[in-house]
Every structure is written in C-alpha cells, then in structure tokens.
C-alpha cells in the first residue's frame, strides 16, 4: 500500500481536488516553530490553523510559512467559538504534500498541509 503512495511523496497535491468547497470551518490558530537539526528553535516559522471540512469532517492542520500575525489574535477566535459563532475560511494555493514517516519498524503516508495564506469567509 505505502509503495503505491510513493509517487506522489513530496509532490503538492492542491487542497481543493481533496476538498472541493475549499471552505473549512476555522478551530485554532497557533503558532509553529522553525526545527533546526530535527530540534524545535525559539524562531516562529508561522501561523498553523486548525480546521474542519464541513462535509466530510476531517480535521487537518495547515501551516503558512513565513505568516507571523495570524488571521486574528487566537484568544478572539475563542471568543467567537465560545458565543457559538462559526468563523469560515479558505486557504490561497493550499496543497497537501505527502511524506513518510518511520516510526520503528513501520512506515505510514502523512500528510502535510501548507498554503501562501488564509481569507476568511464571509456568511450570508
């Protein structure tokens, strides 16, 4: 199974053939560390935003490298969960690069997901 994935290892896969609205209800936002030698440093790499398909329900991560003022202060983002309000968005040039993981023995596909930035959506 895992050697059928590897041709599409390291190739980005845009986010929108995986999910076709491209409208993901926003969880989260924090920030994520730069790794140096496998090892997390104090530099912020940027913003990474957890969201949620509202069709299929997948829940997924997607980093945008480089953002260091998120979309909004994440304590406002709880604000807004917390009054039970639904904050949407959508990513630019999101994609889904594949990798392997090695954990022991096993191996398994990951997925990572990075874009160039986030819109919020605005509800009608």
């Known amino acids: 199974e ?10 980005g896969i845009p ?3 995986l999910y076709k609205d491209g409208t993901f209800i926003l969880l989260s936002i924090s920030e994520y560390k730069e790794y140096k030698d496998g090892k997390p ?11 949620v398909d509202p069709l299929s329900y997948d829940k997924i991560v997607v980093k945008i490298p480089g953002q260091m003022t998120p979309l909004f202060p994440p304590e406002v983002l709880a604000g807004l969960r917390e ?7 959508e990513f630019v ?19 990572s997901f990075s874009a160039e930035d986030v819109l919020l ?3 009608s």
């Open 2 to 11: 895992v050697m059928k994935m590897t041709k599409f290892i390291n190739k």
């Open 15 to 17: 986010l929108k053939t």
């Open 41 to 51: 440093t104090n530099n912020v790499a940027g913003q990474k935003y957890e969201v």
């Open 83 to 89: 009054n039970g309000e639904k904050v949407l968005v």
């Open 93 to 111: 040039n999101a994609i889904d690069k594949l990798y392997l993981r090695r954990d022991g023995s096993s191996i398994s596909v990951e997925d």
């Open 121 to 123: 959506v605005e509800q």
